[in-house]
Nanobody, 125 residues
Framework: QVQLVESGGGSVQAGGSLRLSCAAS????????MGWFRQAPGKEREGVAA???????SYADSVKGRFTISKDNAKNTFYLQMNDLKPEDTGTYFC???????????????????WGQGTQVTVSS
């Protein structure tokens, strides 16, 4: 059974930084796509970034240049480094994982069967 546990959320002022972690266990995929998603109140869940098992990364245009996704294979942990945070980055952040390469459909949350419980990020102006 796949288990994903996010941590690292919090409240920061605009321009600040946070690093989210996603501890993963129970997955046996040799090829996978791990994604970070976020959902603001009243809005749909949107893809933020994704990373393949081979290290290839993808980002939403709104976070390019500010967010960095990475992974530590030894720890089975994925990270999202968020710099220069803006109030519009506020939301609940989720990690998710699925088999296969990310490809162009990395941001389609319906394709991910396994999700964490989420961690809250609040950015004040």
């Amino acid at each position: 059974q796949v288990q994903l546990v996010e941590s690292g959320g919090g409240s920061v002022q605009a321009g600040g930084s946070l690093r989210l972690s996603c501890a993963a266990s129970g997955y046996t995929y040799s090829s996978y796509c791990m994604g970070w998603f976020r959902q603001a109140p009243g809005k749909e869940r949107e893809g933020v970034a994704a990373i393949d098992s081979d290290g290839s990364t993808s980002y939403a245009d709104s976070v390019k240049g500010r967010f960095t996704i990475s992974k530590d294979n030894a720890k089975n942990t994925f990270y999202l480094q968020m710099n220069d945070l803006k109030p519009e980055d506020t939301g609940t952040y989720f990690c998710a994982i699925r088999t296969g390469a990310c490809g162009d459909a990395w941001a389609l949350n319906s394709r991910y069967p396994d999700w964490g419980q989420g961690t809250q990020v609040t950015v004040s102006s």
